[in-house]
């Protein structure tokens, strides 16, 4: 039994509180009576004070209103305050009724006695508060003067803590919120003295030294915006993070940090069905194929919390693997983890594997997918890719797999790059396989993710660290584009979800052009683009497009119960045909036949067009300038 013990400050707290129930219950007698109490009067109060006593202390122990500290009194311990009292005024009124009859008991003072102790108890904690708060406002001498922007609840809190600790290094002077209602009102004492179009204004007139915005619910559109808005101001600015990554009752100074390119991408935080996806997990033995790759890692990142029996990690790069095990190993110590170096070609070790460790759920990331050396090395994309994917899915038919999860992109639609065929290729095959198979093979398509290994962001950060250029295909190429721990969590889901033989498309948002992300990171690194980093455009590479589709004609799509996640309906696959191709595939890749391989691609993939794609030419190869440096404009012409 636990022990019930009590501080010396959590005993006078609790010994004011009594004291403050006696002056409360007296004055409310002589409220009721006008302050003439009766011989009969007095006597009742004095034989149903020590019951409001007990009542009053049972109540406070109970809801722990003696445990909050005053100097950071909050809306929340003002309702314990209430609902102690408002309980033990209930039993005190019925226990009265049933031991006394109310016998000369003025039966308001009750209510009276109910509103005085609030007041009381609920004053005195906050007097406590609001001195320390006018006590405690006095800046430190290198104190930034702070400008936020967003007078909201994220904003409140902000200057809250700011006032409670001066030692955080701010003096906030105002706010700035496009709600016009709230221009010339105050929070906290710090007034709203305008819009997000008078930052620039303000900075200048108040000697405004960092900019932070506080609006954790604001789009990607909404904080570029703003972001211009501050960076012509000309001083540094911060964020706070969405609201993906913090709770309202989180927020805090800590939690403030540089803007980066995932607050432009303005994606709303995944709603993961946590429940679902943890009864898929729990218990199991999971292996992830391509465990040290950008989404594999992310995947044994997700899926450890999830507490599974056993988590192989299989990868052909030793680094790779050796990187992601010391990261889980120090997260999760506790973790049943084992580490397999293999080849998904090798069809040996996979039986190997698959015998030892008996895996009720695989999910396969391993593939090539760098678009233009596919493109230079298509035998390769066609062995890893289709073969490869193969393989995966005839040692979990073999043994017996629960179910397998096969990640795709967005590029098997309507591929014009060998990549994309190869994927699509990769799909056709498991579709077909799941008509005969007891294993649930489900397939997961989505499009690009930041910071992945060889995405365009990296390369852009690498190029701005080298004073530039930052190279660009085309201005006008786009892209989808997800956070690696969005992607991860909505193949979770679909894996979850997925009865087998399905395509599961992922809500991607809107297409970002790549020339704003160019732009956008130039312009947080604190550079201008086109004066200080110049943007060049070196034309389509080889297997490019300029839009990606996420549909193939005749598909469709129907909806799920996640409002993220579409399942393609699906077009249909003879299984012998796609066995039989399968099969001319390994003779092909046998005879390292490039030529035949490109005609064994337009065949299985009917939709494979390369002459679509942005192969080099005269024309596509020049480099372009943009001529308008103060970027207001995004015409190009040829050097």
């Known amino acids: 039994m636990k022990k019930f013990w009590l501080s010396q400050r959590e005993v006078l707290v609790l010994g004011l509180d009594l004291g403050l129930v006696c002056v409360s219950y007296y004055l409310a007698f002589l409220i009721r009576l006008d302050a003439v109490l009766s011989p009969e009067e007095k006597a009742a109060f004095w034989k149903s004070l020590p019951l409001v006593l007990i009542f009053r202390f049972s109540a406070f122990v109970y809801f722990g209103t003696f445990r909050s500290i005053w100097k950071y009194i909050s809306i929340n311990d003002l309702k314990l305050i209430i609902y102690s009292i408002t309980s033990s005024s209930i039993i005190i009124i019925a226990s009265v009724g049933l031991l006394f009859h109310f016998q000369s008991f003025p039966r308001s003072a009750f209510l009276i006695d109910w509103l005085l102790l609030i007041i009381l108890i609920g004053g005195i904690r906050f007097s406590k508060r609001l001195l320390s708060e006018f006590l405690g406002t006095t800046p430190s001498e290198t104190a930034k003067n702070l400008l936020m922007v967003g007078a909201g609840d994220a904003g409140e809190l902000i200057i809250r803590e700011i006032k409670n600790n001066p030692r955080v290094g701010y003096t906030p002077i105002g706010f700035v919120d496009d709600d016009k209602t709230k221009l010339g009102r105050r929070i906290h004492g710090v007034p709203i003295l305008g819009t997000t179009d008078d930052i620039q204004k303000i900075v200048a007139k108040r000697n405004i030294q960092e900019i932070l915005i506080a609006i954790p619910s604001a789009r990607g559109e909404t904080i570029r915006k703003i972001v211009e808005k501050c960076r012509a101001s000309g001083v540094s600015f911060k964020i706070l993070p969405g609201l993906g990554d913090l709770l309202d009752e989180n927020v805090s100074i800590s939690q403030i940090r540089e803007i980066d390119e995932n607050d432009l991408l303005g994606r709303e935080p995944v709603d993961l069905d946590v429940q ?183 390369l852009f950060k690498k190029q701005i660290q080298k004073g530039g250029p930052v190279t660009v295909t085309h201005p006008e190429v786009y892209r989808y584009f997800m956070t690696i721990p969005e992607a991860t969590q909505l193949v979770l889901q679909a894996g979850a979800m997925g009865k087998g033989g399905e395509i599961y498309l992922l809500d991607m948002g809107k297409p970002v052009r790549i020339l704003d992300l160019a732009i956008d990171l130039i312009t947080l690194s604190g550079l201008k683009p086109w004066s200080d980093i110049e943007i060049v455009f070196t034309g389509l590479r080889p297997g490019e497009k300029l839009y990606e589709e996420l549909l193939i004609e005749g598909e469709g799509i129907l909806p799920t119960y996640h409002k993220k996640i579409m399942i393609a309906k699906s077009l249909e696959v003879s299984w012998e045909e796609i066995n039989a191709e399968i099969h001319l595939l390994e003779e092909i890749v046998a005879q390292n036949n490039v030529e035949e391989s490109r005609q064994w691609l337009k065949r299985v993939v009917p939709e494979y067009s390369p002459e679509k794609a942005g192969y080099p030419s005269p024309e596509s190869t020049e480099r372009f300038r943009i001529i308008n440096f103060e970027g207001k404009k995004t015409s190009a012409k040829k050097n």
């Open 276 to 458: 679902t996806v943890s009864r898929e997990i729990q218990g199991k033995r999971i292996l992830v194929t391509g465990a040290g790759g950008s989404i594999g890692s992310e995947l044994c990142r997700q899926i450890l919390p999830l507490n599974p029996d056993k988590l192989i990690l299989y990868e052909r790069g030793e680094n790779s693997l050796y990187h992601i095990e010391l990261e889980l190993r120090e997260k999760f110590p506790r973790a049943n983890l084992e580490l397999v170096i293999g080849d998904i070609l090798d069809q040996n070790r996979l039986e190997e594997i698959f015998v030892r460790f008996k895996p009720q759920m695989v999910f396969h990331a391993a593939a090539y997918k760098h678009v233009p050396m596919m493109e230079t090395n298509p035998l390769e994309a066609l062995k890893n890719n289709v073969i490869g994917t193969r393989n995966i899915v005839l040692a979990a038919d073999k043994h017996q797999a629960e179910k397998t999860i096969i990640i795709s992109t967005d590029k098997a639609v309507r591929p014009v790059n060998v990549m994309g065929a190869s994927k699509r290729a990769a799909e056709a095959y498991t579709q077909a396989f799941s008509q005969k198979s007891r294993t649930r093979f489900i397939t997961v398509r989505f499009g690009n993710v930041l910071n992945s290994e060889g995405s365009v962001i990296p």
